[in-house]
């Protein structure tokens, strides 16, 4: 009788072992094919400046969802971050969802704003235009503005981000641009970039850039250093001759 009961209470143990040790191993699995995390591809982005004391943006991001996710990671939101920089305001801060208004979520983070957009009803295949508009205060003559740079990047394989930088009629880029515009046309600077940029910033005035800029400077030491090359070697000549 002792015999049976020790019997059955180790047949008991070693069910009770089997059934938690298959526990582990499905359990991992089965919560991960129900919580299957979104991919996202940011697949291009429009950026408009009017820049000035008071800039004005519009920066439209296109998001291509191959997949929305499953359960608790489902894509219900775009999240992003803009930076806080010095000197600088950020004001009236409204967005759009395929051209629909949003209540964006703004939480104020260590220099940086969290910027949420809710996506309601994300799809496999969807995809889904996210529109920023917002204000920056800041000093004349120099136009710096923070840019949403969203959780979910380019593929990074071709020019996918558009801007535009329109400055008070009159002037031009000075000096002082980040990133370096692809190319300046009076009041207008454009850009072609791989990923969206942290911030645009460009220094302008009536004047634009001074003859003595960098490149100008380094050139010039160049043409010295030869010219002084040419010279000492011609004047040796004499010597020798």
Not at 13 to 42: H, I, K, N, R, Y
Not at 82 to 106: F, H, N, Y
Not at 183 to 202: M, Q, S
């Amino acid at each position: 009788m002792i015999r049976r009961t020790v019997r059955s209470r180790s047949l008991a143990t070693t069910l009770f072992a089997a059934l938690v040790l298959v526990g582990l191993v499905l359990g991992p699995s089965t919560v991960a094919a129900q919580d299957a995390s979104p991919s996202v591809d940011l697949a291009g982005t429009s950026i408009e400046i009017d820049g000035g004391e008071t800039s004005t943006v519009t920066a439209e991001y296109e998001f291509e969802i191959a997949s929305a996710g499953s359960g608790e990671s489902e894509l219900t939101s775009i999240s992003g971050t803009m930076w806080q920089l010095p000197d600088r305001e950020i004001g009236d801060i409204s967005a759009t969802v395929d051209g629909e208004s949003v209540d964006a979520s703004v939480t104020e983070e260590d220099r940086h704003w969290a910027i949420s957009v809710p996506v309601a009803d994300a799809s496999d295949g969807d995809t889904v235009t996210v529109t920023l508009e917002y204000e920056v205060a800041g000093p004349a003559g120099e136009v710096r503005v923070p840019l949403w740079v969203p959780e979910y990047s380019t593929p990074g394989q071709a020019n996918v981000v558009d801007a535009t930088l329109t400055l008070p009629e009159g002037t031009t880029v000075s000096g002082g641009a980040f990133p370096s515009p692809t190319a300046v046309d009076g009041d207008t600077a454009t850009y072609e970039l791989l990923h969206v940029p942290g911030f645009v910033a460009a220094e302008y005035d009536e004047s634009g850039p001074g003859l003595l800029t960098e490149d100008t400077l380094y050139s010039l030491l160049g043409v010295v250093v030869i010219v002084g090359f040419v010279v000492g070697g011609l004047a040796i000549d004499r010597k020798t001759a």
